[in-house]
């Protein structure tokens, strides 16, 4: 069945860096578009930006020019370096198949990301 984890999220200080992970499995991860999404206290989860089954970066919301997306498709691996990062980046991060529906909505646990002085 799809299993999606995530991991790297902490604490960071703003203007610091944080490189998240997801191991992806039990569907064909080469073929999906693969993205990460946010979700911050009291709002709804959103896109932060995508990437492409051949590795072309899509942003989704403003500001994510700090953020750069990558993946390995031979370890069924997608990556988000994030850099800059602002208080207003604090969330719990996923990874998912964009359109979620992919993927039948299914959803990781996420990692958290604490952006504070």
């Known amino acids: 069945q799809v299993q999606l984890v995530e991991s790297g999220g902490g604490w960071v200080q703003p203007g610091g860096s944080l490189r998240l992970s997801c191991a992806a499995s039990?569907?064909?991860?080469?073929?999906?578009?693969m993205g990460w999404y946010r979700q911050a206290p009291g709002t709804q989860r959103e896109l932060v930006i995508h990437i492409t089954p051949g590795g072309s970066t899509v942003l989704s919301m403003s500001g994510s020019g700090r953020f750069t997306i990558s993946r390995d498709n031979a370890k069924n691996m997608v990556y988000l370096q994030m850099d800059s990062l602002r208080p207003d980046d604090t969330a719990v991060y996923y990874c998912?198949?964009?359109?979620?529906?992919?993927?039948?909505?299914?959803w990781g646990q996420g990692t958290q990301v604490t952006v504070s002085s």
């Open positions: 998912n198949s964009v359109p979620t529906s992919r993927l039948g909505d299914y």
């Open positions: 039990g569907f064909n991860f080469g073929n999906e578009y």
